[in-house]
Every structure is written in C-alpha cells, then in structure tokens.
C-alpha cells in the first residue's frame, strides 16, 4: 500500500524525534547528583629531585682518605730506608685520625660509611704500616720471630678495631661511661711500637734496632691494644678553670719542643703515656668502687661520651 507524500513526511518527522530522543535519554545521567560527580584523584609519586653528596659528609672523609695515603706511603719510604720520613708520615697520620672525627662532629657530617672508613684506615695507617716499618728497619734480622711479632702487631690492631666497631650500638660500656678507653688506642700503641725507632734517631745507638729488644717490645704493645686495660680516654679530661692558663703555657711549649727536637719530646711522650697506664687503671677501679657503694637509683657520677679508638 502506497502512503501519501504529506503521510511519508510525517511518518519520517517521527522517526527522527524518536531517534533524537532515544539519543538525548543515553547522554542523561541517571542522577541529578552525576552532574556534579568528580573523579578519583590519580596517585602519582611526588617529584624526587637528585642532589649530590654534601661537602659536609665529603670533607671528614677526605681527611680520613688522606690519613690513609700518608700510612701507605709511609711503608714506601721505608722499603727505600728514609726511616725518618716514614715515622714522620705514621704521626701525621695520627693528628689526621684526630681532626677527622672532630670534623665530622662539627660539621654534622657523620655517618656509617665514614665510620667503616676510620676503622680501615686506622688499621692499615697504625697496624700494617708500623708492623712493616719495624720489620724493615730490625725484624728482618729475625726472619721468623720478627715476621710473627709483626704480624701481631698488624692483626691485633685489625681486632681492636673490629671490637670497637661491634660495640658501638651496645648500651653498656663500662669503661666508656666512665670515660676510660678498652686498651691502648690504635695510634697511641703505634707510637708506643715506635718508640725503639725515636730512640735510635737521637742517641745513634745500636741497642735500640736489636731484634731481641724490638720483637718482644712490639708483641707487648700488641697485647695492649686488644686487652681489657682502662687507659685515659683524651676527650673525656677536663681542666679546671685555674689552671686552664698554665695548661695553654705548657701546650705551647710542647709544640715548641716538638719542633725544635721532635724525636726527643715524642720518645719522652711515650714514655709518660706508658707511665699513665697504672694510674688509669688505678683511677678506673676507684671509679668502678664508687659506682658499687651508689644506690642502682642514683646515675653514675660520669656520663657516657663518645670517643675515638
């Protein structure tokens, strides 16, 4: 059956408003409240901006760094017999290890790494350097003894320092928070087992480089490193305000002689620390007396503080 024109127009017209229709009912939403929905946030990381390492973490290891070059090249100028020069690079060595730490601290540079560094390098610059300076300069006379004193000397100072390490995280420390050190420290006991060597640069005598004096000498200061002596911790001394003057004359004057005759001051230095050593360990027991007589509730009469090894 055929429609009329005007019929199929009409006819067309609603199908088109249907269509519209059905279209504009799709694109709706289906609640007024989906007009004014707002879509999750999208998590994303924040912006992480690379900065390089500070100057303040770089320098106290550079100064450790430096320690290290100077106890290797130490070894170096004694395999070629400048004796004193390589002494003398084993003590800059040791003021080096005293500026880094203090360094750190003002710097508020320390860190783990820094403190794996000092403990490496204070091996090598005060184990392994003076053990092979002594055994060039009088222990090869000794092949077998002189070798094994020597290397007491270098791996007992490798296990003073790992004991440090192991108790640097350890709350109670008896002699630390009494302000006492365990043992010699490592530059002070490499200045003890030279101290046959500063003898020798002054007085020229041959007695001074026997192997049979030197040997036994270097095993003892070994076994100080790694015992249980209390020794005087230098960071833990305090002067008293009268005589914080006279204590600055005599600075002065040490510094003074230490320049004008090194060898004798420095053998005369070892001598009175090696002379302290029964006063520490007496000091220490009228310490650890006293701390028996307190009652547990009162704190102990000195406080803990951090010292080098």
């Known amino acids: 059956m055929t429609l009329p024109a005007r019929s199929r127009l009409d006819n067309a017209a609603w199908r088109g408003k249907r269509f519209w229709a059905g279209s504009a009912a799709s694109c709706r939403p289906a609640y007024p409240s989906d007009l004014f929905s707002v879509s999750p946030p999208v998590n994303r990381r924040p912006r992480q901006f690379t900065r390089g390492l500070p100057l303040r973490a770089v320098a106290p290891n550079a ?34 290890d005293g500026l880094d730490g203090r360094i750190a601290r003002m710097l508020h540079g320390e860190s783990r790494f820094g403190a794996e560094l000092d403990s490496l390098a204070d091996a090598i610059s005060f184990g392994v350097s003076p053990a092979l300076i002594l055994y ?64 020798w640069f002054w007085t020229g005598e041959a007695v001074f480089r026997s ?59 070892c001598i009175a620390y090696i002379a302290s050593l029964p006063f520490s360990v007496s000091s220490y027991a009228r310490v650890k007396r006293l701390r028996g007589a307190q009652p547990a509730s009162q704190p102990p009469a000195t406080e803990a503080k951090s010292v080098d090894p």
């Open 211 to 269: 192997p049979y004096l030197v040997a036994p000498w270097v095993a003892a200061v070994a076994l100080l490193m790694v015992s249980s002596v209390a020794t005087y911790s230098w960071s833990s001394l305090k002067l008293r305000r009268n005589i914080r003057f006279e204590a600055l004359a005599v600075f002065v004057l040490l510094g003074a002689a230490i320049i004008s005759a090194p060898w004798h001051t420095l053998s005369l230095l």
């Open 136 to 199: 060039l300069w009088s222990l090869s006379t000794l092949p077998r003894i002189g070798w094994l004193c020597s290397l007491v000397l270098a791996v007992f100072c490798a296990l003073r320092l790992a004991r440090f390490n192991a108790n640097i995280d350890v709350t109670e420390q008896p002699h630390k928070s009494a302000g006492f050190l365990t043992g010699v420290p490592a530059p002070a006991a490499a200045a003890m087992a030279l101290l046959p060597l500063f003898l």
């Open 63 to 96: 100064v450790t760094a430096l320690a290290l070059c100077c106890g290797l090249t130490g070894i170096r100028f004694a395999i070629s017999h400048d004796w004193e020069i390589a002494v003398a690079l084993i003590l800059i060595a040791g003021v080096l």
